[in-house]
């Protein structure tokens, strides 16, 4: 196990580079706008398993096969991008439909924000360049630490995108309020899937948080 300074000082470097946005709050706070905080709170469980998930990887040494392999990393990232246009396509072409969640459409959210996470390999680039500046070769087994600070991590960034969820749904109670508000707003996410895809297949290999 790392020493307490040395967890202290991850989590406030986790904390730092969660504050900053990305690909993934911006799809959980699209969902929690769009369909609820619900939806975003359970699309946001769905992204933080697939961050857990390739803490598992990391810790197995699973991760740096993708970073090392341009070839899987561009296929994942390519899938990826796929996912996100199909998804935005889907949205924009869907007619205006009840925001109820059935206990179906929740298990279909959940699984849809892990696909969108476990099809990012920056996070792979990203837990490769960051984990191990935080390990300590003296403090016990590398894998172990490895997965302890991925761990933490995870709880954190469950923390982090859970605010934006939680902000985002109180605002898009107000804006759904309209039926034409609705609608615009189901457009608008399926048009910020669409942007989110091409960013991903347009992009290069920069590690990112997700």
């Given at each position: 196990?790392?020493?307490?300074?040395?967890?202290?000082?991850?989590?406030?470097?986790?904390?730092?580079?969660?504050?900053?946005?990305?690909p993934?709050?911006?799809y959980?706070?699209?969902?929690?706008?769009?369909?609820?905080?619900?939806?975003?709170i359970?699309?946001?469980?769905?992204?933080e398993?697939g961050?857990?998930?390739?803490?598992?990887?990391?810790?197995?040494?699973?991760t740096?096969?993708?970073?090392a392999s341009?070839?899987?990393f561009?296929?994942?990232r390519?899938?990826?991008?796929?996912?996100?246009?199909?998804?935005?396509?889907?949205k924009?072409?869907?007619?205006?439909?009840?925001?109820?969640?059935?206990?179906?459409?929740?298990?279909?959210?959940?699984?849809?924000g892990?696909?969108?996470q476990?099809?990012n390999?920056?996070?792979?680039?990203?837990?490769?360049?960051?984990?191990?500046?935080?390990?300590?070769?003296?403090?016990?087994?590398?894998?172990?630490?490895?997965?302890?600070?991925?761990?933490?991590?995870?709880?954190?960034?469950?923390?982090?995108?859970?605010?934006?969820?939680l902000?985002?749904?109180?605002?898009?109670?107000?804006?759904r309020?309209?039926?034409?508000?609705?609608?615009w707003?189901?457009?608008?996410?399926?048009?910020?899937?669409i942007?989110?895809?091409?960013?991903?297949a347009?992009?290069?290999?920069?590690?990112?948080?997700g």
């Open positions: 196990m790392p020493d307490g300074s040395t967890l202290l000082l991850f989590a406030g470097a986790s904390l730092a580079l969660l504050a900053i946005p990305g993934a709050v911006i959980v706070v699209t969902r929690s706008l769009d369909q609820g905080r619900a939806a975003g359970v699309s946001m469980l769905g992204v398993t961050t857990f998930a390739y803490a598992l990887a990391a810790a197995a040494g699973l740096g096969l993708i970073a341009a070839t899987a561009t296929v994942v390519y899938a990826g991008a796929a996912y996100l246009l199909y998804l935005g396509a889907r924009l072409l869907a007619r205006d439909e009840p925001q109820e969640l059935l206990v179906s459409g929740r298990s279909q959210l959940f699984l849809k892990m696909l969108v476990l099809l390999p920056k996070i792979a680039i990203f837990f490769v360049a960051f984990l191990p500046q935080f390990v300590q070769s003296s403090r016990g087994p590398i894998a172990l630490q490895i997965l302890v600070l991925g761990t933490i991590f995870t709880l954190l960034a469950v923390l982090s995108d859970g605010a934006y969820v902000l985002a749904g109180a605002v898009g109670a107000w804006i309020s309209g039926r034409r508000a609705r609608r707003l189901a457009k608008l996410s399926g048009g910020v899937y942007g989110l895809g091409l960013t991903a347009l992009s290069g290999g920069r590690p990112s948080q």
